[in-house]
T-cell receptor, first 114, second 115 residues
Framework: QKEVEQNSGPLSVPEGAIASLNCTYS??????FFWYRQYSGKSPELIMS????GDKEDGRFTAQLNKASQYVSLLIRDSQPSDSATYLC??????????????FGQGTILTVHP | NAGVTQTPKFQVLKTGQSMTLQCAQD?????MYWYRQDPGMGLRLIYY???????DKGEVPNGYNVSRLNKREFSLRLESAAPSQTSVYFC??????????????FGDGTRLSIL
């Protein structure tokens, strides 16, 4: 089982729809969770972080965390063609010798078509 | 504010050649990281440095060495390049260290091809 697994893509949604990206993780001591967006040929950029169970909203983006189910998701409302990118889920373990290391999922390619 | 700067941006090597990828950050971050990204495999950690003077292996360290030159700079060296090391390499940095909730900030990447 992969440490961090994202729903297989590519995911295609029409403009204006809600895009739902999912991520599961295997290590129960995971503490911090991040969503990065990566445009083709570019570097990852942070769009959301979440540390506590529940929802966290930032503009059109909502991150949802359920530690009991070891599940984190990203919802993008009113999807725009400019949201077309690869979305990377990243997980950080708590304590020990983690030293801030992140474990990344394989990424989900999102395409928003007009 | 440049953030994380990587050089070079592109490089083509022949099998067996050596080279060093450079990374510098101006955010006064303690921790720095080197990743490689291959199609369909996300980002895989090669080496990291929790603080100046320390380095540790990540998930895929074989064939690489690193040097944390000072707080700002963290270099990645390929001693004898192999075609399997063809990849996009990203350097990242973050503040604090263990138990940190701070995200990692990435450089623009180095696209490396080994023939």
């Amino acid at each position: 089982q992969k440490e961090v697994e994202q729903n297989s893509g590519p995911l295609s949604v029409p403009e204006g729809a809600i895009a739902s990206l999912n991520c599961t993780y295997s290590d129960r001591v995971s503490q911090s969770f991040f969503w990065y967006r990566q445009y083709s040929g570019k570097s990852p950029e942070l769009i959301m972080s979440i540390y506590s169970n529940g929802d966290k909203e930032d503009g059109r983006f909502t991150a949802q965390l359920n530690k009991a189910s070891q599940y984190v998701s990203l919802l993008i409302r009113d999807s725009q063609p400019s949201d077309s990118a690869t979305y990377l889920c990243a997980v950080r373990r708590a304590g020990g010798t983690s030293y801030g290391k992140l474990t990344f999922g394989q990424g989900t390619i999102l395409t928003v078509h007009p | 504010n440049a953030g994380v700067t990587q050089t070079p941006k592109f490089q083509v090597l022949k099998t067996g050649q050596s080279m060093t990828l450079q990374c510098a950050q101006d955010m006064n971050h303690n921790s720095m990281y080197w990743y490689r990204q291959d199609p369909g495999m996300g980002l895989r950690l090669i080496y990291y440095s929790a603080s100046e003077g320390t380095t540790d292996k990540g998930e895929v360290p074989n064939g690489y060495n690193v040097s944390r030159l000072n707080k700002r700079e963290f270099s990645l060296r390929l001693e004898s390049a192999a075609p399997s090391q063809t990849s996009v390499y990203f350097c990242a940095s973050s503040s604090k260290g263990e138990y940190s909730n701070q995200p990692q900030h990435f450089g623009d990447g180095t696209r490396l091809s080994i023939l």
